[in-house]
């Protein structure tokens, strides 16, 4: 059993029968994490955005919110792989040798790509590179696109 202050909360406001959801909805509820529905920023640790729905892609934030249960979300990224997502780490941080290697030690074997944007808005550098994202899992929704986006109101969040 997890302590209460290790447990997490997760924020997601989109159609219940996303295949990606069930699937995270149903790791959340083994590790014992919140799931709510209602936007509320000082509740709220981790946001899933829904995004581009054709798309595999699962971006996953690395500060606080891999590095806030690095076992639960080892184990999701597998459950991800598995069902045929694409997940992978797309993190504020700048891209050196140091911050890749400490997220590669962490994650060993789950081989997915890290991106580090360099303080860059997330989804902006991410289609840049031609990838777009399903979900965004991340604890800071700012850093995928800033304050304001349509992102934001499609997954009812509203300043």
């Not at 509740?43 to 595999?56: A, N, P, Q, T």
């Not at 081989?111 to 979900?135: D, F, Q």
Request: glycine share 4%; proline share 4%.
């Amino acid at each position: 059993m997890m302590d209460e202050d290790d447990k997490l909360t997760f924020f997601y406001s989109g159609n219940p029968e996303e295949e990606v959801f069930k699937l995270i909805e149903k790791a959340l509820e083994q590790r014992e994490h919140y799931l709510v529905e209602f936007y509320n920023e000082f509740l709220i640790d981790v946001y899933m955005l829904l995004d581009k729905r054709k798309s595999r892609h699962v971006a996953i934030d690395w500060d606080n919110t891999i590095s806030a249960d690095k076992t639960f979300f080892k184990s999701l990224i597998f459950q991800l792989q598995d069902a045929g997502f694409k997940p992978f780490v797309c993190t504020l941080r700048a891209p050196d040798k140091e911050n890749i290697e400490e997220i590669c030690k962490i994650l060993e074997k789950a081989n997915i790509p890290i991106y580090l944007t360099n303080g860059k808005p997330k989804r902006k550098y991410m289609k840049s590179l031609g990838v777009k994202v399903h979900l965004w899992i991340d604890d800071f929704y700012p850093g995928i696109c800033g304050d304001s986006c349509k992102i934001l109101a499609r997954n009812n969040i509203k300043d």
